[in-house]
Protein backbone atom coordinates (compact mmCIF):
# COMPACT_ATOMS: atom_id res chain seq x y z
CA UNK A 1 0.00 0.00 0.00
CA UNK A 2 1.84 3.31 -1.24
CA UNK A 3 0.00 5.85 0.85
CA UNK A 4 3.04 7.29 2.99
CA UNK A 5 2.71 10.96 2.13
CA UNK A 6 5.94 11.23 4.86
CA UNK A 7 3.54 13.41 7.04
CA UNK A 8 1.99 11.96 10.88
CA UNK A 9 -1.86 13.05 10.88
CA UNK A 10 -2.21 11.72 14.05
CA UNK A 11 -5.20 9.86 12.84
CA UNK A 12 -6.18 6.83 14.78
CA UNK A 13 -7.80 5.50 11.38
CA UNK A 14 -4.62 6.11 9.69
CA UNK A 15 -2.59 4.23 11.82
CA UNK A 16 -5.00 1.25 12.09
CA UNK A 17 -4.98 0.95 7.91
CA UNK A 18 -1.30 1.77 7.74
CA UNK A 19 -0.50 -1.28 10.39
CA UNK A 20 -2.97 -3.78 7.92
CA UNK A 21 -5.27 -4.09 10.53
CA UNK A 22 -8.86 -4.38 8.91
CA UNK A 23 -10.38 -1.17 9.93
CA UNK A 24 -13.71 -0.35 11.54
CA UNK A 25 -15.93 2.49 11.17
CA UNK A 26 -19.37 4.32 12.52
CA UNK A 27 -21.76 6.41 12.26
CA UNK A 28 -23.43 9.37 14.31
CA UNK A 29 -26.29 11.72 12.78
CA UNK A 30 -25.95 15.22 14.65
CA UNK A 31 -29.35 16.44 16.31
CA UNK A 32 -32.12 18.80 14.95
CA UNK A 33 -31.44 20.49 17.99
CA UNK A 34 -28.86 21.81 20.06
CA UNK A 35 -28.95 18.54 22.71
CA UNK A 36 -25.65 17.95 23.03
CA UNK A 37 -26.70 15.07 25.10
CA UNK A 38 -28.07 13.04 22.61
CA UNK A 39 -24.52 12.92 20.58
CA UNK A 40 -22.84 11.88 23.88
CA UNK A 41 -25.37 9.53 24.50
CA UNK A 42 -24.86 7.47 21.48
CA UNK A 43 -21.22 8.19 21.62
CA UNK A 44 -21.04 5.98 24.49
CA UNK A 45 -22.27 3.09 22.47
CA UNK A 46 -19.30 3.48 20.00
CA UNK A 47 -16.47 3.74 22.70
CA UNK A 48 -13.79 1.51 22.13
CA UNK A 49 -15.75 -0.50 19.55
CA UNK A 50 -14.73 1.40 16.13
CA UNK A 51 -11.73 3.46 14.81
CA UNK A 52 -13.56 6.32 13.86
CA UNK A 53 -16.87 8.00 13.62
CA UNK A 54 -18.21 9.99 11.13
CA UNK A 55 -20.37 12.60 11.66
CA UNK A 56 -22.68 13.50 8.83
CA UNK A 57 -23.20 17.62 7.83
CA UNK A 58 -26.76 18.19 6.96
CA UNK A 59 -27.76 14.63 5.91
CA UNK A 60 -29.93 14.31 3.08
CA UNK A 61 -30.17 18.00 2.60
CA UNK A 62 -31.80 17.94 6.23
CA UNK A 63 -31.18 20.80 8.88
CA UNK A 64 -29.02 19.36 11.96
CA UNK A 65 -26.08 20.45 14.75
CA UNK A 66 -22.91 21.30 12.12
CA UNK A 67 -20.54 18.41 11.80
CA UNK A 68 -17.82 20.47 13.11
CA UNK A 69 -19.70 21.19 16.23
CA UNK A 70 -20.66 17.51 17.43
CA UNK A 71 -16.64 16.11 16.26
CA UNK A 72 -15.17 18.07 18.68
CA UNK A 73 -17.99 16.22 21.06
CA UNK A 74 -16.76 13.29 20.40
CA UNK A 75 -12.88 14.70 20.81
CA UNK A 76 -13.56 15.94 24.03
CA UNK A 77 -15.24 12.16 25.18
CA UNK A 78 -12.25 10.33 23.92
CA UNK A 79 -13.34 9.68 20.25
CA UNK A 80 -11.73 9.80 17.06
CA UNK A 81 -14.14 12.05 14.83
CA UNK A 82 -14.37 11.55 10.74
CA UNK A 83 -15.72 15.08 10.25
CA UNK A 84 -17.54 15.14 6.91
CA UNK A 85 -18.13 18.13 4.52
CA UNK A 86 -20.50 18.73 1.64
CA UNK A 87 -19.96 20.99 -1.15
CA UNK A 88 -23.38 22.10 -1.72
CA UNK A 89 -23.31 23.99 1.48
CA UNK A 90 -20.17 26.20 1.58
CA UNK A 91 -18.22 28.16 -0.50
CA UNK A 92 -14.02 27.47 -0.59
CA UNK A 93 -13.70 30.75 1.68
CA UNK A 94 -16.08 28.68 4.32
CA UNK A 95 -14.28 25.28 3.49
CA UNK A 96 -10.45 26.11 4.22
CA UNK A 97 -11.45 28.11 7.42
CA UNK A 98 -13.64 25.52 8.70
CA UNK A 99 -10.75 22.64 7.82
CA UNK A 100 -8.46 25.00 9.78
CA UNK A 101 -10.99 25.19 12.47
CA UNK A 102 -11.56 21.55 13.57
CA UNK A 103 -7.22 20.52 12.67
CA UNK A 104 -7.04 22.83 15.61
CA UNK A 105 -9.73 21.15 17.70
CA UNK A 106 -7.82 17.58 17.18
CA UNK A 107 -10.11 16.83 14.21
CA UNK A 108 -7.74 14.51 12.52
CA UNK A 109 -10.06 12.79 9.81
CA UNK A 110 -12.36 14.28 6.47
CA UNK A 111 -14.49 13.08 4.14
CA UNK A 112 -15.12 15.04 1.13
CA UNK A 113 -18.71 14.98 -0.22
CA UNK A 114 -21.05 16.59 -2.98
CA UNK A 115 -24.21 16.46 -1.07
CA UNK A 116 -27.28 15.37 -1.63
CA UNK A 117 -29.18 18.59 -3.66
CA UNK A 118 -31.17 20.79 -1.57
CA UNK A 119 -34.75 20.13 -3.79
CA UNK A 120 -34.46 16.74 -1.65
CA UNK A 121 -34.53 17.88 2.35
CA UNK A 122 -36.02 19.87 4.31
CA UNK A 123 -35.33 23.16 2.82
CA UNK A 124 -36.04 22.38 -0.91
CA UNK A 125 -35.88 26.29 -2.43
CA UNK A 126 -32.18 26.34 -0.40
CA UNK A 127 -29.62 27.18 -2.93
CA UNK A 128 -27.02 25.13 -3.82
CA UNK A 129 -23.24 26.56 -3.39
CA UNK A 130 -21.22 24.22 -5.39
CA UNK A 131 -18.25 26.49 -5.51
CA UNK A 132 -16.01 23.63 -6.17
CA UNK A 133 -17.24 19.84 -6.36
CA UNK A 134 -15.89 16.71 -4.34
CA UNK A 135 -13.55 16.29 -6.84
CA UNK A 136 -11.83 20.06 -6.05
CA UNK A 137 -12.13 19.70 -2.38
CA UNK A 138 -10.29 16.56 -1.88
CA UNK A 139 -7.39 18.15 -4.29
CA UNK A 140 -7.80 21.48 -1.96
CA UNK A 141 -7.57 19.57 1.06
CA UNK A 142 -4.14 17.60 -0.32
CA UNK A 143 -2.98 20.56 -1.22
CA UNK A 144 -3.40 22.89 2.04
CA UNK A 145 -2.30 19.28 3.70
CA UNK A 146 0.76 18.53 1.37
CA UNK A 147 1.91 21.74 0.38
CA UNK A 148 0.78 24.06 3.14
CA UNK A 149 -0.87 26.48 1.19
CA UNK A 150 -4.53 27.68 0.51
CA UNK A 151 -6.37 27.48 -2.97
CA UNK A 152 -5.99 30.72 -3.32
CA UNK A 153 -1.87 30.26 -2.77
CA UNK A 154 -1.10 32.24 0.01
CA UNK A 155 1.14 30.07 2.44
CA UNK A 156 -0.37 28.33 5.36
CA UNK A 157 0.85 28.73 9.01
CA UNK A 158 0.88 25.07 10.74
CA UNK A 159 -1.20 23.39 8.09
CA UNK A 160 -3.73 20.91 8.94
CA UNK A 161 -2.26 17.50 8.68
CA UNK A 162 -5.60 15.55 7.59
CA UNK A 163 -6.24 12.11 6.29
CA UNK A 164 -8.54 12.43 3.69
CA UNK A 165 -11.44 10.56 2.81
CA UNK A 166 -14.40 10.56 0.05
CA UNK A 167 -17.25 8.38 -0.96
CA UNK A 168 -17.67 5.69 -3.60
CA UNK A 169 -20.94 3.93 -4.92
CA UNK A 170 -20.54 0.96 -7.20
CA UNK A 171 -24.37 1.19 -8.08
CA UNK A 172 -24.60 4.38 -9.43
CA UNK A 173 -25.01 4.29 -13.70
CA UNK A 174 -23.48 3.79 -15.28
CA UNK A 175 -21.44 0.38 -13.39
CA UNK A 176 -18.31 0.86 -15.75
CA UNK A 177 -17.27 4.28 -14.96
CA UNK A 178 -17.39 3.50 -11.04
CA UNK A 179 -13.60 2.69 -10.92
CA UNK A 180 -12.46 5.47 -13.02
CA UNK A 181 -14.34 7.64 -10.85
CA UNK A 182 -12.96 6.22 -7.77
CA UNK A 183 -9.31 6.27 -9.92
CA UNK A 184 -10.02 10.28 -9.99
CA UNK A 185 -10.27 10.87 -6.97
CA UNK A 186 -7.00 8.91 -6.04
CA UNK A 187 -5.71 11.05 -8.36
CA UNK A 188 -7.01 14.50 -6.87
CA UNK A 189 -5.21 12.65 -3.33
CA UNK A 190 -7.85 11.08 -1.21
CA UNK A 191 -6.45 8.19 1.22
CA UNK A 192 -8.85 6.24 1.45
CA UNK A 193 -12.75 5.65 0.59
CA UNK A 194 -15.98 4.95 2.24
CA UNK A 195 -18.62 3.55 0.26
CA UNK A 196 -21.97 3.47 -0.27
CA UNK A 197 -24.06 0.87 1.64
CA UNK A 198 -23.88 -2.43 -0.16
CA UNK A 199 -26.94 -5.13 -0.37
CA UNK A 200 -25.82 -6.12 -3.61
CA UNK A 201 -22.90 -8.17 -3.25
CA UNK A 202 -22.01 -9.70 -6.49
CA UNK A 203 -22.15 -5.82 -8.50
CA UNK A 204 -19.99 -5.48 -5.58
CA UNK A 205 -17.25 -8.30 -6.19
CA UNK A 206 -17.35 -7.21 -9.63
CA UNK A 207 -16.30 -3.47 -8.58
CA UNK A 208 -13.47 -4.41 -6.10
CA UNK A 209 -12.32 -6.87 -8.83
CA UNK A 210 -11.68 -4.50 -11.60
CA UNK A 211 -10.73 -1.70 -8.92
CA UNK A 212 -8.20 -4.54 -7.63
CA UNK A 213 -7.26 -5.25 -11.48
CA UNK A 214 -6.60 -1.46 -12.10
CA UNK A 215 -4.11 -1.31 -9.06
CA UNK A 216 -6.63 1.26 -7.09
CA UNK A 217 -6.22 -0.90 -3.88
CA UNK A 218 -2.92 -0.59 -3.88
CA UNK A 219 -2.89 3.27 -3.77
CA UNK A 220 -5.96 3.93 -1.35
CA UNK A 221 -7.64 1.98 1.57
CA UNK A 222 -11.08 0.76 0.64
CA UNK A 223 -13.56 0.86 3.55
CA UNK A 224 -16.74 -1.48 3.01
CA UNK A 225 -20.54 0.23 3.40
CA UNK A 226 -22.83 -2.00 5.60
CA UNK A 227 -25.83 -0.67 7.04
CA UNK A 228 -28.15 -3.78 9.00
CA UNK A 229 -31.96 -3.78 7.72
CA UNK A 230 -34.06 -3.03 10.79
CA UNK A 231 -37.44 -4.28 9.07
CA UNK A 232 -39.02 -5.31 5.38
CA UNK A 233 -40.42 -1.34 5.36
CA UNK A 234 -36.80 0.07 6.07
CA UNK A 235 -35.61 -2.55 2.84
CA UNK A 236 -38.35 -1.43 0.69
CA UNK A 237 -37.67 2.06 0.96
CA UNK A 238 -33.87 1.99 -0.01
CA UNK A 239 -34.68 -0.36 -2.88
CA UNK A 240 -37.31 2.00 -4.34
CA UNK A 241 -36.88 5.71 -2.27
CA UNK A 242 -33.29 5.56 -1.71
CA UNK A 243 -31.21 6.96 -5.58
CA UNK A 244 -28.34 5.24 -6.26
CA UNK A 245 -29.00 2.13 -3.53
CA UNK A 246 -29.73 -1.42 -4.95
CA UNK A 247 -31.36 -3.47 -2.94
CA UNK A 248 -32.00 -7.16 -4.82
CA UNK A 249 -35.20 -8.64 -4.15
CA UNK A 250 -33.47 -11.74 -2.18
CA UNK A 251 -32.35 -9.69 0.35
CA UNK A 252 -36.15 -8.07 1.06
CA UNK A 253 -37.29 -12.04 0.34
CA UNK A 254 -34.87 -13.20 3.22
CA UNK A 255 -36.51 -10.94 5.61
CA UNK A 256 -39.87 -11.20 4.67
CA UNK A 257 -39.47 -15.39 5.66
CA UNK A 258 -37.75 -14.38 9.01
CA UNK A 259 -40.21 -15.55 11.80
CA UNK A 260 -42.19 -13.24 13.80
CA UNK A 261 -40.18 -10.46 15.92
CA UNK A 262 -36.92 -11.66 14.52
CA UNK A 263 -36.46 -9.57 11.46
CA UNK A 264 -34.08 -7.18 13.15
CA UNK A 265 -32.15 -10.14 14.13
CA UNK A 266 -32.09 -11.50 10.12
CA UNK A 267 -30.96 -8.17 9.64
CA UNK A 268 -28.01 -7.70 11.53
CA UNK A 269 -27.03 -11.83 10.91
CA UNK A 270 -27.00 -10.28 7.11
CA UNK A 271 -24.75 -8.17 8.27
CA UNK A 272 -22.77 -9.87 10.28
CA UNK A 273 -22.03 -12.63 6.95
CA UNK A 274 -21.44 -9.32 4.80
CA UNK A 275 -18.51 -8.21 7.33
CA UNK A 276 -17.34 -11.69 7.47
CA UNK A 277 -16.68 -12.01 3.88
CA UNK A 278 -15.48 -8.82 3.32
CA UNK A 279 -12.51 -9.51 5.76
CA UNK A 280 -11.31 -12.36 3.32
CA UNK A 281 -11.59 -9.79 0.45
CA UNK A 282 -8.59 -8.86 -1.58
CA UNK A 283 -8.94 -4.94 -1.62
CA UNK A 284 -11.06 -4.27 1.34
CA UNK A 285 -9.16 -2.80 3.63
CA UNK A 286 -12.11 -2.32 6.57
CA UNK A 287 -16.00 -1.73 7.00
CA UNK A 288 -17.58 1.41 7.79
CA UNK A 289 -21.13 0.55 9.76
CA UNK A 290 -23.77 2.93 9.07
CA UNK A 291 -26.21 1.64 11.60
CA UNK A 292 -29.10 5.11 11.27
CA UNK A 293 -30.52 5.69 14.49
CA UNK A 294 -29.23 2.57 15.66
CA UNK A 295 -26.11 3.09 17.50
CA UNK A 296 -26.74 0.91 20.83
CA UNK A 297 -26.59 -2.05 18.31
CA UNK A 298 -22.91 -1.42 17.26
CA UNK A 299 -21.64 -3.28 20.30
CA UNK A 300 -23.75 -6.34 19.46
CA UNK A 301 -22.48 -6.34 15.36
CA UNK A 302 -18.96 -5.90 16.22
CA UNK A 303 -19.05 -8.70 18.40
CA UNK A 304 -21.30 -11.09 16.13
CA UNK A 305 -18.92 -9.96 13.26
CA UNK A 306 -15.88 -10.50 15.30
CA UNK A 307 -13.82 -7.14 14.98
CA UNK A 308 -13.68 -6.75 18.81
CA UNK A 309 -11.05 -5.92 20.53
CA UNK A 310 -10.42 -3.18 18.69
CA UNK A 311 -6.10 -2.99 17.56
CA UNK A 312 -4.29 -0.09 19.97
CA UNK A 313 -1.32 1.14 17.79
CA UNK A 314 1.09 3.73 18.51
Not at 126 to 134: C, L, N, T
Not at 161 to 182: C, M, Q, S, T, V
Not at 293 to 308: D, G, N, R, T
Request: proline share 5%; hydrophobic share 40%; glycine share 10%.
Amino acid sequence: MSTDNGYKSGSNLEKVLKAGHFAFTGELGPPRGTGAEEVLEKAQHLKGVVDAVNITDNQTAVVRMSSWAASLLLVQEGLEPNFQMVCRDRNRLAMQGDILGVYTHGVRNMLCLSGDHAKFGDHPDAKGVFDIDSMQLIAMVKQMRDEGKFLGGADIEHPPKIFIGAAANPFAEPYDWRPHRLSKKIDAGVDFIQTQCIYNMDRFREFIKVANDMGLTEKCYILAGVTPMKSVGMAKYMKNKVPGMDVPDDTIKRLQGAEKGKVAAEGIKMACEQIEEFKEMDGVHGVHLMAIEWEHKVPEIAEQAKVLPRPQVD
